[in-house]
């Protein structure tokens, strides 16, 4: 079992333009004469990589950088424009949202015809067909015309589909976006399952999050070509990374009003180092945090620290204000705060830690500096934190 | 065709069959009752208003039409239908992996499946009422059928990925279509036409299957060369539509 599922080489696609009705014409000539396209968009140019059984690979990349188009030519429903795909076996696959549904088709035909293609016999199907529609749990609507669905139906119908057919290479497409809470969460632990039993996962996501939990790998798409291929997280990282440098060149575009700020943050001392690279600490120490702020009329300023998941989801924040704590004099406009959190009880992983410069009526916010806090060390619970607890 | 295809075959001619009448009080005994219906306004506007006659003794009009008309349909219908079989499709093409050429197939089939059985049920009409038919004729009423049949898939490849490339295929095939069907011996006896004309119609390898059916039904003498020069042309256009359709597969998502 050392041959690749999927073999992608020098594989490119492009696509026809087609603004207007004599494009349409011309594409049609130039297909009869067996020419390609003249006028054409180049979508995914020279990308090449393997899919070995048991990979579990995300694919990232900003909109329009050709994650879709390089999952379609997988599954075959496109034709590369040069270089090939070499697939073995079934291939489960969910593209965008439609998931192979014919609109006019009712849930229970569309799931024959899915059946189908997957090579499932009528005596199969029957078995299957409960198992289905307990998983889909969409009730009467199995019966109804897909385009009646809404669009998480959709999506649940297929992954069901999916979780009965367990194809050795399941596909999926933004899939996961779509369903509701209780319905994510229930295909991730079925696509946790699948790839710990050896099934293989190609899955295409903007969240970076979805991508890190699930995969193991992960390939980088920028304008149609592999920017950066390898170890989920270093791939992420560099991904999220690049994201922040894009936008901060285009804040940079916006003029600078605040020069010198009301209220500035001079230095922060997080566990007695000021570097603003990455920190790690350990899980269940002391947190000691020292920020230096400067106030140009000599009021006091207020401090607000936050610490925020690494997908931005704020965990805790406290400003100086709330606890009525006043700020250290350190001389003429220069004050400084300590905080400290005793035994951290953030649960391993990546955290920001957001500090703030607030007026001295803790209204307005001026500076802020976020540095990223890596929890380290051992926990098996679940969550974001360590509650108090005890057991009677 | 491997397994899989064949069950996707047979699950998308099942939907094109069974959507038909969906919703409707009667189903399937529409597809008795409306050749029925339809033979019976042909025979009261042909044989008692417009006191239509055929040179054929004993036959009436109505007969006489009924005996072009189904055939013509299987034919018309199925290229007729075809033309949204890929554009109408285009959700399941852009999103999963299946030969282009079922969804055409799936088409074609259930149209001439069905006017197959609507001719069935004209023809033993026809004889309940007294009209008298060889039923000697039959093997080459199938054969001419069948050349009917393989005209159909050809075009119906051929005006399907046309459709695909530019969508004014589709108005303009039902314009063609009712021209050919004037054009055809249909409403007419090539007969009655002058002997310049009729070598003239005879150039259109789709009207010597029509010709032939009327004559091995009524027991008049067969037109051999003409009826192998329509099967040899059918080939041909079905296999050329196929090697279209072939050619123009890497490209139908693109446009679809």
């Known amino acids: 079992m050392t041959e690749a599922l999927v073999e992608v080489s020098h594989l490119s696609k492009r696509y026809p333009v087609l603004a207007n009705s004599s494009d349409r014409f011309s594409a049609l000539c130039d297909m009869l004469r067996g020419r390609a396209p003249t006028r054409h968009t180049t979508v995914l140019s020279d990308i090449s990589f393997k899919v070995m059984p048991g990979c579990s690979i995300g694919i990232i990349g900003e909109n329009g950088a050709g994650k879709s188009t390089l999952l379609k030519l997988i599954t075959g429903v496109l034709t590369p424009s040069e270089g090939q795909v070499k697939t073995r076996g079934a291939i489960g696959a969910l593209l965008e949202l439609g998931a192979g549904f014919h609109p006019e088709y009712s849930g229970r035909e569309n799931i024959r015809l899915s059946a189908a293609l997957y090579g499932i016999t009528d005596t199969e199907l029957k078995t299957k067909m409960a198992e289905i529609e307990e998983f889909a749990d969409i009730g009467h609507y199995i019966d109804e015309p897909t385009k009646h669905y809404s669009s998480g139906m959709v999506v649940r119908l297929g992954f069901a589909i999916i979780a009965a057919v367990r194809p050795p290479l399941l596909i999926t497409d933004e899939v996961l976006g779509v369903g509701d809470e209780s319905f994510q969460k229930k295909c991730s632990r079925w696509i946790d399952d699948y790839v710990n039993s050896g099934g293989t996962l190609l899955l295409v996501s903007h969240s970076t999050y979805h991508v890190q939990k699930l995969c193991r790998e992960a390939i980088w798409l920028h304008e149609g070509k592999v920017e950066m291929q390898g170890d989920v997280f270093t791939v992420t990282q560099h991904y999220l990374a690049w994201h922040e440098a894009k936008q901060s060149k285009q804040e940079k575009i916006a003029p600078v009003i605040h020069a010198e700020y009301e209220y500035g943050i001079e230095s922060v001392v997080s566990n007695g180092s000021d570097s603003r690279d990455e920190l790690t600490c350990q899980f269940g120490e002391d947190f000691r945090i020292e920020v230096c702020l400067t106030s140009r009329d000599d009021s006091p300023p207020v401090l607000l620290c936050g610490w925020a998941r690494g997908d931005e989801t704020p965990v805790y924040g406290v400003s100086s204000e709330m606890d009525r704590v006043p700020p250290e004099k350190l001389g003429p406009c220069r004050y400084r705060y300590t905080l400290v959190f005793p035994k951290l009880g953030l649960l391993p992983g990546k955290y920001f830690m957001k500090v703030h410069s607030l007026d001295s009526t803790g209204l307005r916010l001026y500076e802020t500096r976020q540095r990223t806090i890596v929890v380290a060390g051992e926990s098996r619970a679940y969550g974001l934190v360590l509650m108090p607890h005890h057991w009677e | ?256």
């Not at chain 2, 055939?71 to 299946?98: D, E, M």
């Open chain 2, 1 to 256: 065709m491997k397994p899989a295809y064949r069950s996707v075959f047979r699950e998308l001619l099942r939907r094109e069959l069974g959507e038909r009448y969906r919703g409707s009080f009667l189903g399937v005994l529409w597809h008795l009752l409306l050749p029925l219906s339809q033979l019976l306004v042909m025979s009261w506007v042909f044989s008692h208003l417009l006191q239509a006659r055929t040179q054929y003794q004993d036959l009436s009009y109505a007969a006489f039409l009924a005996m072009g008309l189904w055939p013509w349909n299987l034919f018309a219908n199925s290229v007729a239908n075809s033309v949204v079989a890929l554009t109408g499709n285009s959700a399941l093409i852009g999103k999963i992996a299946l030969p282009h050429h079922l969804l055409v197939d799936a088409k074609v089939s259930a149209s001439i499946l069905l006017d197959l059985a609507g001719f069935v049920v004209v023809l033993i009409a026809l004889m309940v009422f007294g009209t008298v038919l060889e039923l000697s004729g039959l093997p080459v009423v199938f054969l001419c059928l069948l050349i009917f049949a393989i005209f159909a898939i050809g075009f119906a490849y051929i005006v399907a990925v046309l459709n695909v490339f530019l969508r004014d295929v589709g108005a303009a095939i039902s314009q063609i279509l009712s021209l050919l069907f004037f054009l055809s011996p249909i409403m007419y006896d090539l007969a009655q036409l002058p002997p310049r004309l009729q070598k003239l119609l005879l150039l259109n390898p789709l009207v010597s299957p029509i010709v032939n059916i009327r004559h091995a039904l009524l027991g008049l003498p067969i037109d051999w060369p003409n009826l192998m020069i329509s099967a040899a042309a059918a080939i041909l256009v079905a296999i050329m539509g196929y090697a279209l359709l072939r050619r123009a597969r890497p490209h139908l998502e693109d446009y679809l």
